[in-house]
């Protein structure tokens, strides 16, 4: 991955974000984190 790509990225996953706290209010963002953490939990029950 080169650097413009990457800053590329970056920009995009900020902008997202950006895009969720003004419009949203978190509410996008805070579900994939309680999501994610499910599935973290549920993975760990069955290692």
Do not use: H, P, Y
């Not at 990225?9 to 003004?22: K, N």
Request: aromatic share 14%; charged share 15%; net charge neutral.
């Amino acid at each position: 991955m080169t650097n413009k790509i990457a800053i590329g990225i970056a920009l995009v996953v900020l902008g997202l974000l950006a895009i969720d706290v003004f419009l949203f209010d978190w509410s996008n963002t805070l579900f994939l984190l309680k999501k994610t953490a499910d599935m973290i939990e549920w993975m760990a029950f069955w290692r």
